[in-house]
């Protein structure tokens, strides 16, 4: 397999989408068995939705394209390394391995930097600058308990 075929694929996503005013210098593809069956580049701006990063939409694009939400067995290619949001995605989905072009200090030249996030990661949840607090929910354990009793669940 040439590695950076793929990688040169993703590269390209991401000169199409900054070109076409879609998003930031991001894209990726999504390779199965010397394929690739999914594509993105970053859409923040164009879609207003800050989830819309390349390899976010190389992944809903190859779970579409597949009827699956796992992609076991695949491979993403990215322009650059991906941001945690990114990387947790591709953990989710399964997918075994990541290769990328650039690295986070690269984007951090350019104005793209995640380290608040790593650095946020670091923090207990109580000293983190976004709050996240419980409240007691009986309808949330009831939501939890009837899932956990749902015999025609598709376990992910």
């Not at 199409?16 to 990726?28: L, S």
């Not at 199965?32 to 939409?57: F, K, L, Q, Y």
């Not at 350019?110 to 946020?120: P, Q, R």
């Amino acid at each position: 397999m040439d590695l950076n075929f793929y990688l040169n694929k993703a590269v390209d996503e991401g000169f199409k989408g900054m070109r076409a005013d879609k998003g930031g210098p991001f894209g990726a593809v999504i390779v199965r068995n010397g394929e690739i069956v999914g594509s993105g580049c970053n859409m923040v701006t164009s879609s207003n939705d800050p989830t819309a990063h390349g390899e976010v939409m190389a992944i809903r694009d190859a779970c579409m394209r597949l009827q699956t939400f796992k992609l076991d067995g695949c491979i993403l290619f990215s322009s650059a390394e991906p941001c945690p949001m990114c990387l947790a995605a591709a953990y989710w989905a399964g997918i075994g391995t990541v290769y990328y072009g650039v690295d986070r200090l690269d984007a951090e030249k350019i104005g793209f930097s995640d380290k608040f996030i790593y650095d946020e990661f670091r923090l207990p949840p109580e000293e983190r600058k976004l709050k996240a607090l419980q409240l007691d929910s009986p309808e949330a354990r009831n939501l939890f308990a009837e899932w956990a009793a749902k015999a025609d669940k598709i376990p992910y």
